[in-house]
């Protein structure tokens, strides 16, 4: 520095680590929710996410934003988006790694990133043993959101088209011939981000248009209309014409939309690409300018007689929808708890390095608190989102079928309002170097740009409380609750409190003016029970003393002095 001073006491970055070997509470997780799975490839890609180069192209896709080109050079529409290289060698992962259609297709010839085959589209690995619906291994979707999860903590944006894609591959099959032709190609794990036929793509992704400027998640409001317009093989054939406020990823393949038909609202599929090589009637009007999230294009289009064909029946648009949301609002909770678990590491090893008043930060008492109760928090949201998961790879089960109805919306409400004031204060355990866009530790603010919209997309808090009214009103769904919590009985005074009183509130709730309280309380309960099954006792008596016997204050680094600190903090350490 030319003499004026040296440079210390800046802590190196967390780079060039395993996110999977070194996150011992995910790997609990997996191991009572799925104790047959296979970590290896898990492992290999957290190895690989946790890479200088792969940490480099997150950067690079977030400061060079998408940029639309609506018309060429001659006038010409084009309604196409130009996304920087970085962008697509995230996409290239996430797809070679099955994120976008693990539990729908048969194993493929691939093996996931990071080992001895990265990068090679000719590398081969023995195919894995197909679960319930054909995925890989026993548990193929919780072995996605592990993956997911660990995908997430590197960079979020991308997964938006990986997240939609695997929520609409199984909407399809309510109309067989599209599905057929496409369910191998989006099932696929090559990536093709070229403006052609699907046909003529080794691989392709789907995204979704529900809302409009007038209504938002009231879908029902919403004013594009479906013309019938013949048939053929693909089924009944319709004109749209209309617009979508939020409109995400647009340069994906197809869509699955909503739009007012002669009975109602329905669901269609419309491609970008028609089947005799033309481009679709669809409108790029501008890109947003968001808070976040901003390596994702997210876009408002209008339809000018788009041609797109019915899925489902007509006037069934919402169920069709609903089914969907369901798998895109456990993507919402997946998400946030790995950048929960980012922001905790960039935390602990900030603290870690760094020295203050004559220690090091993670030694000093107050901010022991505080990282112990933001490890508390993240692995909460950990357990409750696996969890979920393991839901949809048992959905034969009675059992398996009122979790999936009930945590859904409770773990997409609780985990992702938690996740603002979680960034925040693991943002300010870095002082000022947490503030700022640049460097290793820039990630942190992206993180706490990223925050709030899995909060928001797929339904804000209201909608989740509401989807979890609608849930109750299924038989037996305090039953079902009573079960769930039933190995954590007799554990913790204050769960037993807590589990004794639900089931009476849930078969009683008629009032939606207690459900988002409904929703907090069902989570917390659900997330003790899965600490005491899964967790070391340091960590279920921490966090039912704070949670739920009130041994803690309205902010985190509030835990009661009692608490295991060291141990907390040891089992949360990324490296």
Same mark, same amino acid.
Not at 331 to 349: F, K
């Given at each position: ?26 790997? &609990? ?14 492992? $290999?890609?957290?190895? @690989? ?15 060079? =934003? ?34 976008? *259609? ?30 319930? &619906? ?12 592990? *993956? ?17 894609? !695997?929520?609409? @591959? ?34 392709? =992704? ?31 054939? !319709? ?9 995400? $990823? ?12 002669? %009975? ?137 079928? %009122? ?67 609608? %849930?109750?009103?299924?038989? &037996? ?13 007799? $554990? ?6 807590? %589990? $004794?009183?639900?089931? @009476? ?7 939606e003016m207690e459900a988002r309280r409904l929703a907090q309380d069902v989570a917390l309960a659900v997330q003790a029970a899965l600490l005491y099954q899964s967790a070391p006792a340091a960590v279920f008596s921490a966090f039912c003393d704070s949670r739920l016997a009130g041994n803690w204050g309205q902010a985190f680094g509030t835990l009661g002095a009692g608490a295991d ?11």
């Amino acid at each position: 520095m030319n003499g004026t001073h040296d440079v210390f006491n800046q802590p190196a970055p967390l780079v060039d680590y395993n996110l999977f070997e070194t996150n011992r509470p995910l790997r &609990d997780a997996l191991k009572f929710n799925a104790p047959s799975l296979a970590t290896a490839e898990l492992s $290999a890609l957290g190895a @690989t996410l946790g890479s200088a180069d792969m940490q480099t192209h997150a950067r690079l896709a977030n400061t060079h =934003t998408p940029q639309l080109h609506s018309h060429d050079r001659f006038g010409r529409r084009m309604d196409q988006v130009e996304f920087h290289p970085s962008y697509h060698e995230l996409m290239k992962l996430a797809t070679r790694t099955g994120l976008h *259609g693990t539990p729908w297709g048969n194993p493929h010839p691939n093996p996931l990133p990071g080992g001895e085959g990265i990068n090679k589209p000719g590398a081969s690995s023995p195919p894995l043993p197909q679960g319930e &619906d054909g995925g890989e291994g026993s548990s193929p979707h919780v072995l996605r959101a592990a *993956g997911f999860m660990l995908f997430t903590e590197l960079e979020p944006s991308t997964l938006c088209p990986i997240s939609m894609t !695997y929520a609409v @591959t199984p909407a399809l099959r309510s109309n067989a011939a599209i599905h057929a032709e496409w369910a191998p190609k989006l099932t696929s794990r090559a990536y093709d981000p070229a403006l052609k036929l699907f046909s003529e793509k080794a691989g392709v =992704t789907m995204g979704m248009g529900m809302t409009e400027k007038q209504g938002g998640s009231d879908v029902r409001a919403n004013t594009t209309q479906a013309a019938a317009n013949g048939s053929d093989a693909w089924g009944p054939r !319709y004109r749209l014409t209309g617009h979508k406020w939020f409109f995400s $990823a647009p340069m994906c393949d197809a869509f699955l939309v909503l739009a007012q038909a002669p %009975a109602g609202l329905s669901c269609f599929f419309l491609p970008r690409v028609l089947p005799d090589g033309s481009l679709n009637a669809i409108r790029i009007q501008r890109l947003k300018d968001k808070l976040g999230n901003k390596a994702n294009a997210s876009s408002e289009v209008e339809f000018e007689n788009a041609t797109a064909w019915l899925v489902g029946e007509e006037g069934r648009g919402v169920p069709q929808i609903l089914e969907m949301g369901t798998m895109t609002r456990l993507d919402c909770a997946l998400g946030t708890s790995g950048l929960m678990r980012q922001a905790l590491s960039i935390a602990l090893n900030h603290c870690a390095q760094r020295q203050a008043f004559g220690k090091p930060l993670i030694e000093q008492p107050l901010m022991r608190n505080v990282l112990a109760d933001l490890a508390l928090e993240s692995e909460a949201a950990t357990a409750l989102s696996i969890r979920l998961a393991r839901a949809f790879d048992n959905s034969a089960d009675p059992h398996e079928q %009122a979790m999936a109805r009930l945590l859904t919306p409770v773990a997409k409400f609780w985990i992702c309002k938690r996740g603002s004031h979680f960034a925040q204060e693991a943002m300010e355990c870095l002082g000022g170097n947490g503030y700022v866009e640049e460097g290793g530790e820039g990630i942190m603010a992206r993180i706490y740009r990223e925050m709030p919209l899995n909060s928001i997309w797929e339904g804000a808090g209201n909608i989740m409380a509401l989807d979890l009214l609608r %849930a109750l009103r299924k038989a &037996d769904a305090g039953a079902a609750l009573a079960r769930e919590l039933a190995p954590a009985k007799g $554990a913790h005074p204050a769960l037993d409190r807590l %589990a $004794a009183a639900l089931p @009476t509130r849930v078969e009683e709730m008629a009032t939606e003016m207690e459900a988002r309280r409904l929703a907090q309380d069902v989570a917390l309960a659900v997330q003790a029970a899965l600490l005491y099954q899964s967790a070391p006792a340091a960590v279920f008596s921490a966090f039912c003393d704070s949670r739920l016997a009130g041994n803690w204050g309205q902010a985190f680094g509030t835990l009661g002095a009692g608490a295991d600190f060291d141990a907390l903090i040891t089992r949360a350490m990324p490296r």
